[in-house]
């Protein structure tokens, strides 16, 4: 299978209008939002946990990351609240499941081999630093040759002029509405953006975005 393949091309979708589709694992649903494979898929994926529902053991070939949009996402190693972020490296295995349920954003088989760190951060209790522009503000939660991972937050009427996207962008919007020239970003939007392009966001109201950067194939 393969869904958004080409990282050459801008990608926009609102997550909120996508069905939710099985998963091979009862009560565990998923909206796709990149896909290069089947089952065992390079993949980005919004996926959803009904309340007492598991994900059977598995191996991260190539590492496993996700963010916890809602409830509480568990395993053997703890329980990750809203707000946490985890880096499952290369060979870690786990046995996922909710209590409650949860929903959390997810990329498999996307780590570099030298990306070998395995931590979480509660961004629910780090503090925002400011990120050098009026109104911006960031939780930095991650770091690996050009790759970045970081939450932005902008306030309101907050602008960047001309932003490039080296190695390219991927974001999702978790809070607000983030606005561009090309348009308007309500929360649960996904946007992935190719490595050379670029834009002028801003948010007239605030908003809190995911933002990964450096990580796609280079033009």
């Not at 994926?45 to 990351?65: N, T």
């Not at 490296?89 to 909710?98: C, E, L, N, Y």
């Not at 002028?200 to 796609?216: I, Q, T, Y």
Request: aromatic share 8%; charged share 30%.
């Amino acid at each position: 299978m393969k869904l958004h393949a080409d990282f050459s091309k801008r990608v926009e979708i609102n997550t909120n209008e996508m069905e939710w589709i099985a998963s091979p694992a009862g009560g565990v649903d998923r909206k796709m939002l990149d896909r290069i494979g089947d089952e065992k898929a390079r993949a980005t994926s919004i996926v959803r946990y009904a309340a007492d529902s598991a994900f059977p053991e598995h191996e991260h070939p190539l590492g496993e990351e996700f963010y916890v949009l809602e409830g509480v996402f568990s395993d053997e190693h703890g329980d990750y609240p809203a707000g946490t972020y985890v880096r499952n490296p290369d060979g870690t295995r786990h046995s996922p499941f909710s209590k409650d349920g949860c929903t959390i954003l997810v990329k498999l088989r996307q780590f570099e081999q030298t990306d070998d760190r395995h931590f979480s951060i509660n961004t629910a209790t780090a503090d925002w630093k400011p990120r050098g522009l009026p109104g911006l503000s960031v939780i930095h939660l991650h770091e690996h040759e050009t790759e970045t991972v970081r939450l932005v937050k902008f306030d309101p009427g907050a602008r960047v002029e001309d932003d490039p996207h080296p190695g390219g962008e991927e974001l999702l919007v978790l809070e607000g509405t983030l606005n561009d020239e090309h348009g308007n970003y309500p929360a649960g939007t996904w946007l992935r953006q190719p490595d050379g392009s670029r834009h002028s966001p801003w948010s007239e109201d605030g908003c809190v975005l995911w933002v990964k950067r450096g990580h796609l194939p280079t033009a």
